[in-house]
């Protein structure tokens, strides 16, 4: 699936051109009123991740170990915000000029791939696209952005939890879901309370069980010890223990992916052990 969104609001003469193939995407912009010019691409893209293909003038950008200038360049906000945690938007800002469009990606593995652009700079069309899967275009406005919901909560598959036979759903602000979290969870009488990842559609759609399913999920717990703190989904499930060491109270479980750490966020309450 890919889509691609211009901005109805947008009055831009930027034009230029987006090649996909397989993972590597590509895209050449040219301003003649600047005029500015570049190119930049994402070598292989990454599952749940977003990109931004921005105006920074005067610009360096390497591509297959080549520096080349360009007056557009890619950041990829993933790596950007886990390293300096901030807002995706101060990102942008800090690092160019305005943001150009926008690449939100889904699940990338193989012949399955989700990609979302939005450009914010440039008329319906004003993009000629070279892809090797068919290309759906609509519109959005960015005057109403923020009363609408954003593709990653679509396009991000969500972690939920199952505890001692109960189910749990959360999502990225800690907002429970499914469950009920004001009982105790009650590990065993060893200290140990078993924990049950499944890997749901977007924001717990379907449930996935795919052989795709199969990515990292990174976890954090406030209490006790967890086995591993990355696990590898097996047709979308996987299975971790937390050794609680005899704590009782309120705690948090995180879970989400290595450049994105936290996509769900639950808060729970431990019980005595049995």
């Given at each position: 699936?890919?889509?691609?969104?211009?901005?109805?609001?947008?009055?831009s003469p930027i034009k230029g051109k987006i090649v996909l193939r397989d993972s590597y995407l590509s895209i050449t912009a040219k301003n003649e009123e600047d005029p500015s010019y570049g190119t930049d691409s994402v070598e292989a893209m990454r599952s749940y991740n977003s990109y931004v293909f921005a105006r920074a003038p005067g610009s360096r950008v390497k591509n297959f170990r080549?520096?080349?200038?360009?007056?557009?360049?890619?950041?990829?906000?993933?790596?950007?915000?886990?390293?300096?945690?901030?807002?995706?938007?101060?990102?942008?800002q800090l690092y160019a000029k305005g943001d150009i469009l926008q690449v939100d990606t889904g699940i990338i593995c193989g012949t399955e791939r989700e990609l979302i652009i939005r450009v914010f700079e440039g008329m319906k069309d004003s993009f000629e696209v070279d892809a090797d899967m068919e290309v759906e275009v609509g519109t959005f406005d960015s005057k109403t952005l923020p009363q609408e919901s954003h593709p990653r909560m679509t396009l991000w598959d969500s972690y939920g939890l199952t505890i001692n036979?109960?189910?749990?759903?959360a999502d990225r602000k800690g907002v429970i879901l499914t469950g009920d979290t004001s009982v105790p969870l009650v590990p065993d009488a060893n200290g140990v309370l078993t924990l049950t990842i499944q890997k749901y559609k977007g924001a717990f759609g379907d449930k996935l069980t795919r052989p795709i399913d199969n990515e990292e999920v990174l976890l954090d717990s406030s209490c006790g010890l967890l086995e591993t703190r990355r696990v590898a989904l097996v047709n979308g499930k996987a299975t971790v223990r937390l050794f609680t060491f005899g704590y009782t109270g309120p705690f948090k479980l995180k879970l989400g992916r290595k450049w994105y750490e936290v996509w769900n966020d639950y808060s729970f309450i431990m019980g005595k052990a049995k």
């Open positions: 699936m890919l889509k691609i969104l211009y901005n109805s609001s947008s009055n080549t520096i080349t200038g360009s007056d557009y360049k890619f950041l990829d906000m993933n790596r950007l915000g886990v390293a300096i945690k901030m807002d995706f938007t101060d990102i942008s036979g109960l189910d749990f759903a």
